[in-house]
């Protein structure tokens, strides 16, 4: 008997992305084949622009849901109906035909992983750091170098800490580390700059890199977030 097809389930949680949200959801469309895409599913954490309309009018399928990302995303899988689960930031794009690389890896036993990631920027300073995220270790990681999973592997694991307000996808990731392999796939996103470009690269950087130290000597999710408020937040 021919096992059936896995397909993906995109989740991509937003709060007011009205003015990016339309480009990425065209580009997955047009950069995947429609076969292996199970939905893609908008979760939105209470947006007070249009980003929810926008979204259906380019085929995603919007759920409202309590902000904050782990919520959110959490929820999203929640309503996912895919083999595979694929998160992905608004601001983000994945390379073309990613659908097929993400399928390939399950495929060949990989439960989890993540692409490389550049930015949209020919800053020397962001090339640099992004050069690190070819690199198989959990410092490595953050979300915006998009995430699969299974969804399997999702519910076993139970999927990303809701205690976290920020810094959720990198506890989560963590976990993953420790349970299963985690796959760095040999291709790219291209994510945005524009934060770095407003607060400043170097500080920027220099204050999730405090995050990355406070997490690993024991800081927990409050003692992070309010880190985050009164040095990166804006």
Request: proline share 3%.
């Amino acid at each position: 008997m021919k096992k059936n097809k896995l397909r993906i389930s995109i989740v991509i949680p937003v709060l007011n992305e009205a003015e990016c949200i339309a480009k990425v959801l065209q580009y997955l469309t047009a950069n995947s084949s429609p076969e292996n895409i199970e939905e893609i599913l908008v979760i939105d954490g209470g947006s007070s622009d249009n980003t929810p309309s926008i979204a259906e009018k380019n085929g995603a399928k919007t759920v409202l849901s309590p902000k904050g990302r782990a919520r959110q995303m959490n929820l999203g899988a929640k309503h996912a109906k895919g083999d595979i689960l694929y998160f992905l930031h608004a601001d983000t794009l994945p390379p073309k035909h990613f659908d097929l690389s993400i399928i390939k890896a399950v495929e060949e036993g990989f439960k989890t992983g993540c692409f490389q990631m550049k930015f949209d920027s020919n800053s020397a300073f962001l090339r640099f750091f992004a050069w690190f995220t070819r690199l198989n270790h959990q410092l490595c990681r953050g979300g915006d170098q998009s995430l699969f999973i299974t969804k399997e592997l999702f519910e076993d694991t139970g999927g990303f800490n809701e205690a976290y307000v920020v810094y959720e996808d990198n506890e989560f990731i963590g976990r993953l580390y420790k349970s299963t392999f985690f796959k760095v796939l040999p291709r790219h996103v291209k994510t945005s700059a524009r934060r770095y470009e407003e607060q400043g690269m170097i500080k920027l950087q220099y204050h999730f890199g405090i995050m990355h130290l406070k997490n690993y000597l024991g800081a927990g999710p409050e003692q992070l977030y309010d880190y985050y408020k009164r040095k990166i937040s804006v």
